[in-house]
């Protein structure tokens, strides 16, 4: 069974870009989350879709924003990228009624 | 204040020892505990999840929960080099709605030969 799969997994990126990470769940999980992860802040919640619509958000501003679709698979976009938005990446996916979330290897991001 | 405190250690064992590892939380409404295993450059695994306040075995591990006094705890018991890894705590307020987890800091667990 295949498991969690983020793409790309480093990616390095300028100051003021926008980027794009690829999540794709393992088959039969509806729900992905997202999670970004640094060593100041730890883990922290960015925000959650099930059958394509976003049922809840972190504390984020408005230049992180995702989609998922009909397939599950879901991405996350960051626009008008900061020097604080370098970070892990994580995504995970999760079936209905179960608690047993599965994260992905995460994408590294870089902002120079 | 964290919702969720975790000793981010590192904390450094001998192999076969018992390894303790505690997180306090401040929000009453968690009702679901978690413990991710994250190893170096690999995301959070899953070891265990509890509901209720007491202790849940698995092989190894223990998990204990206090909802009284607002404190889990993951016990290791004969330590191995492969349990060396980052070791977080995780909550849930609301079971699998909207799949938000609080997590603690994580505590860098070591296990010497």
């Known amino acids: 069974k295949a498991g969690v799969t983020q793409t790309p997994r480093y990616l390095i990126k300028t100051r003021g870009q926008q980027v794009t990470l690829s999540c794709s769940p393992i088959s039969g999980h509806r729900s992905v989350s997202w999670y970004q992860q640094t060593p100041g802040q730890g883990l922290q919640f960015l925000f959650e879709?099930?059958?394509?619509?976003?049922?809840n958000k972190g504390n984020f501003p408005g230049r992180f924003s995702g989609r998922q679709f009909s397939n599950s698979r879901s991405e996350m976009n960051v626009s008008t990228l900061e020097l604080g938005d370098s970070a892990l990446y994580l995504c995970a996916s999760t079936a209905w009624g179960s608690l047993g979330y599965t994260f992905g290897s995460g994408t590294r991001l870089t902002v120079v | 204040q964290k919702e969720v405190e975790q000793d981010p250690g590192p904390l450094s064992v001998p192999e076969g020892a018992i390894v303790s590892l505690n997180c306090t939380y401040s929000?009453?409404?968690?009702?679901?505990f978690m413990w991710y295993r994250q190893y170096s450059r690999k995301g959070p695994e899953l070891l265990m999840y509890t509901y209720s306040s007491g202790n849940k075995e698995d092989g190894r591990f223990t998990a204990q929960v206090d909802k009284s006094s607002k404190y889990i705890s993951l016990f290791i018991r004969d330590s191995q080099p492969s349990d060396s890894a980052t070791y977080l705590c995780?909550?849930?307020?609301?079971?699998?709605?909207?799949?938000?987890?609080?997590f603690g800091q994580g505590t860098e667990l070591s296990v010497k030969p």
């Open positions: 929000n009453s409404a968690f009702q679901y």
């Open positions: 995780a909550m849930s307020p609301i079971y699998n709605q909207g799949g938000k987890l609080i």
């Open positions: 879709y099930f059958s394509e619509t976003q049922r």
